[in-house]
């Protein structure tokens, strides 16, 4: 499925925050469509639906949705959009030009209800039960360009300080930006027409012992501690990777 690639620079935790005011109103077409079109379809599946934004500050996001296929047996979902405008990379950061370009994908079980992404738009969506992994991707793909920031693998955000819980009825507070093992590495970055490349982030939701264990030894270690793909989606009912497994019934 992928080689999990080796982490570089520091990996900072970041806060799930209210959103600034929006400075301007986005254009409706993302400039990277056709790049991210081309992917999805090349390392993913055969293209499904686009949620496309009504209205649209700072960035144009649109969400693609893949149903589950021979290449990927989970339901995907991948922005398009976030990749419109660079990242603001903190001064001092190394290699700042591989942290400028980036777009959301996560990989949802084969499972979830799929009509929790049906209709145009995400302002006829949010209310759907299932629909809440779509609306964190659209919010942190946003975030990054109203605060002026930068995500890239290995970060850690906490969902609120303190971290509340994703959504009710779950117990995960926060989430870790991982490769997209599921793609394998060469579908890690989006080639695009202009010789710059997308990074994949993929949104993972973790537990609240895991938030600890990330900020105290770095994303890479928690990446380390999740090892197996299947620990690499979106599920609300993964275990954390940190409790001890019982033998014998003795620990």
């Not at 949802?108 to 799929?114: A, Q």
């Not at 303190?162 to 926060?174: K, L, N, T």
């Amino acid at each position: 499925m992928g080689k999990k690639p080796v982490a570089k620079g520091s990996v900072p935790i970041h806060r799930h925050q209210e959103p600034l005011e929006p400075t301007q109103m986005a254009s409706y077409e993302s400039r990277y469509l056709e790049d991210i079109d081309q992917h999805i379809l090349k390392h993913i599946g055969q293209q499904g639906d686009v949620l496309h934004e009504i209205l649209s500050p700072t960035v144009h996001l649109d969400l693609h949705i893949i149903k589950p296929n021979e290449k990927i047996p989970y339901l995907t979902l991948i922005t398009s959009g976030m990749s419109d405008l660079d990242m603001v990379v903190r001064e001092g950061t190394e290699n700042p030009d591989e942290y400028q370009l980036a777009e959301m994908i996560t990989f949802l079980p084969p499972d979830w209800p799929i009509e929790a992404f049906a209709g145009t738009g995400s302002e006829g969506s949010e209310n759907l039960k299932g629909w809440y992994p779509a609306g964190l991707m659209k919010y942190h793909a946003r975030a990054v360009h109203e605060r002026k920031y930068a995500l890239s693998w290995y970060h850690t955000v906490a969902n609120g300080d303190p971290a509340e819980p994703i959504e009710e009825g779950v117990g995960m507070v926060g989430f870790l930006m991982a490769p997209p093992l599921q793609l394998g590495q060469e579908g890690f970055f989006i080639p695009t027409h202009d010789g710059r490349e997308i990074r994949l982030l993929n949104l993972v939701p973790i537990w609240p012992d895991e938030v600890v264990y990330a900020i105290n030894k770095g994303g890479s270690a928690l990446c380390d501690k999740l090892d197996r793909v299947e620990n690499f989606i979106f599920d609300p009912n993964r275990k954390s990777c940190l409790k001890r497994k019982k033998i014998f019934g003795l620990f």
